[in-house]
């Protein structure tokens, strides 16, 4: 039975040095495991907390990053065109692919110009597996948010059961977000291809999430999604002090 990690938790002044660090550890972690492996695989969150982060990976000096050696994914979007202000492949489109040197062939954005969510979550299921043999080990690094409500990806306390979650037997799924979340339509990976990476890493900034944060830091209340994710090895969570005071309530 392998070992959960132990979340380690980076705290920050703010969400430029979160971005800062979190962009550091990236880095070294991208180069040291293209030592040993010829290709590395990283899955972006969405939403806005890690746009700095893009941008500085964007700005990385020239030749630090491999980019002729990454491959990126998504861990999930909004059922909205590429081009949609509110898309998550805009988003990342705009702060970091537009910047960098990453051919095109390596850059897989969840289809959300297919026919429907469930078309688009089983192409996607077919991208993934075409990358990774079992969803026991997937990324090497994915990058998630969370929600005030403490949702990670477009994973709600209201998608189904916390058991039903864990035990989900997809790799992708089409959801519907709750009403108070501006996108409805969503495609997701489920909790064990987020959990199947290596590293699971959290950027999480602002006073709105600091009772989601405590309850998934503190209480691993399964309940919330965040506190459901399992890497293989790390599990690193970058926060700025408005989202964790220096003492947890
Ligand atoms: C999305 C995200 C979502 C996000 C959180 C936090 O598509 O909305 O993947 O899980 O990470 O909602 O969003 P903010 O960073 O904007 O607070």
Not at 33 to 41: I, V
Request: glycine share 4%.
């Amino acid at each position: 039975m392998s070992s959960v990690p132990s979340p380690t938790v980076n705290r920050c002044p703010d969400l430029a040095a979160l971005s800062r660090a979190a962009a550091r550890d990236l880095t070294t972690d991208i180069q040291e495991t293209l030592r040993t492996q010829d290709r590395y695989t990283l899955a972006l969150a969405g939403g806005s907390t890690p746009e700095r982060l893009y941008a500085l990976l964007a700005a990385e000096e020239e030749g630090s990053l491999p980019w002729s050696q990454i491959h990126l994914f998504w861990g999930d979007e909004r059922f909205v065109p590429a081009d949609h202000p509110k898309s998550n492949t805009r988003m990342a489109t705009d702060t970091l692919l537009e910047a960098v040197p990453i051919p095109d062939h390596q850059v897989h954005p969840m289809p959300t110009h297919l026919a429907s969510p469930d078309a688009a979550a089983a192409a996607y299921t077919e991208t993934l597996q075409e990358h990774f043999a079992d969803r026991s080990r997937t990324f090497d690094t994915v990058l998630l948010g969370l929600g005030s409500d403490g949702h990670t990806a477009s994973l709600f306390p209201e998608t189904g059961t916390a058991e039903a979650r864990r035990s989900d037997d997809a790799w992708v799924r089409a959801v519907t977000a709750p009403p108070r979340h501006e996108i409805s339509s969503r495609l997701t990976c489920t909790i064990p291809t987020l959990s199947g990476a290596r590293r699971a890493v959290f950027l999480v900034a602002g006073e709105e999430k600091r009772s989601a944060l405590t309850q998934v830091l503190d209480h691993a209340d399964p309940s919330l999604p965040a506190a459901q994710i399992r890497p293989r090895d790390t599990l690193l969570w970058f926060v700025d002090a408005a989202a964790r005071p220096s003492s947890p309530e």
